[in-house]
């Protein structure tokens, strides 16, 4: 019986060995007819959370996705002897917790397969869905932070959340390569600020030990990439490489690990973007 997590956790470290972070994967601005993130071609809904990073390690320029039926059901097929790629279909079991008697609903993830556009045939281009794409500038991150509540401060040479003092502090503007740069640095910092205790209270302490604050690290970097995928933002490296070695080490000593590291991304950028629906989501997931 294939073992779902340790298949997805396996695809992340092989990415990561190759000095490819699965959220960094090359920007593509639509303008080829190529959509910025994964997403299934049927119903154009954006991958998101792990599935998001599993497909990003893809070789594919396509961003679109399906199953073997759905590539049926566009008219086509998937090519003799392609290999599909699998993602997580979370399912919610009811139980009753049996400290405090209430009903609560237990994650378990699936498996399921989908194949790139680029691993089918003869798909009728009129029936394949794009999501929407960002809406560039109408938002910029700053603003984002803004209406979440953050307080951000700028001038100084280091960019930094001081949680005791809960406000980030940013350099200027000028002082970045690029307005994108900023904006994803600003990003970083943004999630970083969401797991204070008096928002998404992230504490890795009791589960990862001394590797909790490499850990916090990836789920800012994870993030940023999510935030910076929903507003157009190009992420152009990682913000603090000098951590590769300690995921590796978490992910290869924990299976789950970066199902806990997505999940925690997703709850951050509900909360910043005020998305509660999806905030909820991935609290349970």
């Given at each position: ?6 298949e997805?956790?396996?695809r992340i470290?092989?990415?990561?060995e ?9 920007w593509k ?10 997403h ?9 959370g ?15 996705w ?37 009903i ?17 045939e003869s798909?009728d ?8 794409p ?9 603003t ?7 307080t ?7 960019a ?6 809960d ?6 503007a ?24 008096t ?22 970097e ?12 190009k ?14 080490e978490?992910l ?6 970066i199902?806990?590291?997505a999940?925690?991304?997703?709850e ?6 005020a998305d ?7 609290i349970?997931?």
């Amino acid at each position: 019986m294939t073992d779902i997590y340790q298949e997805v956790t396996d695809r992340i470290i092989a990415a990561l060995e190759q000095g490819k972070a699965p959220w960094l994967k090359p920007w593509k601005d639509g303008k080829s007819g190529n959509a910025s993130e994964p997403h299934n071609a049927i119903t154009g809904r954006r991958y998101n959370g792990v599935n998001w990073l599993v497909l990003n390690c893809s070789p594919y320029a396509s961003q679109g996705w399906v199953t073997y039926k759905q590539a049926l059901e566009l008219g086509g097929n998937v090519k003799k002897g392609e290999k599909g790629t699998p993602i997580v279909f979370w399912q919610f079991n009811k139980a009753k917790d049996e400290a405090t008697g209430k009903i609560k609903n237990i994650p378990f993830a699936k498996g399921y397969t989908v194949f790139n556009l680029e691993q089918c045939e003869s798909l009728d281009p009129s029936k394949v869905k794009l999501p929407e794409p960002p809406v560039l500038g109408s938002t910029s991150i700053n603003t984002l932070a803004a209406s979440a509540g953050a307080t951000v401060t700028h001038g100084g040479n280091r960019a930094f959340y001081s949680p005791s003092r809960d406000f980030i502090a940013m350099p200027s503007a000028d002082d970045f390569k690029s307005l994108d740069h900023y904006q994803s640095t600003l990003a970083h910092e943004l999630t970083h600020w969401s797991g204070h205790e008096t928002r998404c209270k992230r504490d890795f302490k009791n589960r990862f030990g001394d590797a909790a604050y490499a850990f916090e690290e990836l789920v800012a970097e994870m993030g940023s990439a999510f935030i910076c995928a929903l507003y157009g933002v190009k992420l152009e490296g990682l913000q603090h490489s000098d951590y590769i070695a300690a995921w590796l080490e978490t992910l290869k000593g924990d299976k789950r690990a970066i199902f806990t590291a997505a999940s925690k991304a997703k709850e951050a950028v509900a909360f910043i973007t005020a998305d509660r629906a999806q905030e909820e989501e991935a609290i349970a997931a």
